[in-house]
């Protein structure tokens, strides 16, 4: 089983649990907790992470695997 997990909310951000490392373009480290929110719908104004804006700009995915 893997120590990190990305799980898709439908409609929603991905939701990031485990010990990851998240980086910009230029390397540098973003401070992140066990477990963070990342922006699927391009309107969070915290990007990369998830500041709520996907559910007032309607966003709108249900993603599944095939």
Do not use: W
Not at 8 to 32: K, Q
């Amino acid at each position: 089983m893997a120590d990190v997990t990305i799980r898709l909310r439908d409609n929603g951000p991905y939701l990031v649990t485990g010990p990851v490392e998240l980086v910009d373009t230029e390397g540098r480290a973003f401070e992140v907790e066990a477990s963070f929110a990342l922006c699927r719908c391009g309107h969070s104004g915290k990007k990369p992470f998830c500041d709520g804006t996907h559910r007032t700009v309607e966003f709108q995915d249900q993603t599944r695997a095939k």
